[in-house]
């Protein structure tokens, strides 16, 4: 059997390694548009901002190390078209067009960047940051032309981080922003204030700033006689700037999975529960696919690696048709970023997506503290509990801190997915240690909270 595979970011590898884990004789190719392969694009800011030594550092593997263990990866190879119905893939490769047939066939083509229709947005000097090229490129443009003030457009998390690498190597930096908030996917505006204050009462006069402008969208890129970006105009303001990051999103990319006639969904490629399309023998996994959200039950997108790696193992296993295959499951689409010294994670449902799905629900924030009062060196932890009104369930969890709040967000992930009420996690056993917790930990503290404020509202 012959296994194409058309990507080699986590999803495309993951299903290549899988299958070669559980089969030693099945023939697998993957293809790859990219010069480089196995890095990580999350890692991408943190080179910029130095915290990283290289982009060399954040290749893990290359192709020669895939041919060891018998998986031929072509890089430098444009797919361009899908016979589905003849089992053949079309690509390009140094203007040569090739064709090559398959037994099953796996899209991990990932999302492409949104880059709306601002004038001027093909300048010199205007970046989006998805390739480990794209880093190249504006970490290149930054030495060679000395720049010293950066507008980014768009406060998600890539954007985020990128702003404050680049603060943190000397340059001003300009966040915009079209909606109220920073963090507008991952957090709730009460929890998203907390890290705006942190990252303004960052901005000393010593320091390169980093300012951040909410409810207004980049008007106009202006550029130079050369078309190299000098400014930006924000409303009836214009902004000086030597480059501009677009940080505007990202769509699936299911232009291959049209061409073989799969189905598509509201937003991208529909797949049964082992991530198989609408068309047999072939598979789709990792950004391109829709996913179920373990909230609503609905359709929607989980753009995180660590989903695109869960499905990649789910089509790896059942191709190598191990017994007792996995399936693919919902999720809660948990997260986790770090600006500065500051983790910001969330897991399950946000307030404002409750209220999109007509969910009542009640929610705390509790303050509490990452060590023992008395233990050097604590830092102050928010838990934003989401539970729901009629039966009590938790169904979100936002958290922000200095130290220890990536494992309580997946402690909630595990608490989401089996169900539990905030009464169950009010009387949960957590383990305590002057140095790494409180005798009362942040979690329990925000459930106690979380209970009394339903008696409350119940009596």
């Known amino acids: 059997m012959k296994v194409l595979v058309i990507g080699t970011g986590a999803a495309g590898l993951t299903t290549a390694s899988t299958i070669r884990k559980y089969n030693s004789d099945i023939e697998i190719t993957v293809l790859t548009q990219e010069n480089y392969i ?28 895939y041919a060891k263990k018998n998986v031929e990866i072509l890089i ?17 490769k140094a203007d040569e067009i090739n064709e090559i047939k398959y037994d099953k ?27 480990i090229q794209d880093g190249m490129d504006i970490q290149n443009y930054i030495n060679k032309n ?61 320091d390169a700033k980093l300012n951040i402008i909410l409810e207004k969208p980049v008007g106009k890129i202006i ?6 970006v000098c400014g930006v105009m924000v409303g009836e303001e214009t902004l000086e700037a030597q480059m501009v990051i677009m940080s505007t999103g ?7 999975a049209q061409k073989a006639g799969c189905k598509i969904g509201r937003w991208a490629v529909l797949t049964d529960e082992i991530m198989e399309t609408s068309v047999a023998d072939v598979y789709a ?26 499905q990649a193992k789910v089509v790896g296993k059942n191709i190598a048709k191990l017994e007792n295959a996995p399936v693919s499951k919902p999720v809660l689409n948990s997260n986790v970023t770090k600006i500065g010294k500051l983790e910001i994670a969330g897991t399950g449902m946000s307030e404002i997506g409750a209220g999109m799905n007509n969910i009542e629900v009640i929610t705390t924030i509790t303050k509490s503290a990452s060590r ?33 709040v990536t494992e309580r967000i997946d402690a909630m992930s595990i608490a989401i997915s089996k169900g539990v009420t905030v009464e169950e996690l009010a009387n949960m056993e957590f383990s305590y240690a002057p140095p790494v917790s409180m005798v009362v930990d942040p979690l329990f503290l925000a459930a106690e909270n979380t209970v009394e404020k339903i008696k409350k509202e119940t009596q």
Do not use: W
């Open 223 to 228: 550029a130079d006689d050369n078309g190299a």
């Open 146 to 206: 000395g720049v010293k003030k950066v507008v980014v457009a768009g406060a998600g998390a890539i954007g985020m981080e990128m702003a404050y690498c680049l603060k943190e190597i000397g340059i001003d930096v300009s966040v915009i922003e079209m909606v109220p908030q920073i963090f507008p996917r991952a957090l709730d505006p009460d929890m998203a204030k907390i890290v705006q204050d942190y990252l303004e009462e960052k901005n000393t006069s010593e």
């Open 76 to 92: 430098n190879s444009e797919v361009v078209d899908i016979k589905a119905d003849e089992k053949t893939v079309v690509y390009k």
């Open 372 to 404: 023992a009062r008395y233990y050097p060196g604590g830092k102050p932890i928010y838990i934003k509990l989401i539970v729901k009104k009629d039966d009590n369930r938790v169904i979100g969890c936002q958290a922000i801190g200095e130290e220890r």
């Open 285 to 310: 996994v990792g950004d391109c696919v829709e996913v179920v959200d373990a909230i609503t039950g609905e359709q929607t997108l989980s753009p995180f690696g660590t989903t695109a790696v869960r």
């Open 250 to 256: 990202v769509r699936s990319n299911i232009a291959l």
């Open 105 to 131: 066939l796996v899209l991990a083509t990932g999302g492409t960047p949104f880059i709306p229709p601002i004038e001027g947005v093909n300048s010199k000097g205007v970046f989006k940051v998805r390739t």
């Open 38 to 65: 196995a890095y990580s694009p999350c890692a991408i800011p943190y080179v910029i901002g130095k915290e990283i030594k290289d982009f060399k550092t954040i290749v893990m593997h290359e192709p020669e190390d």
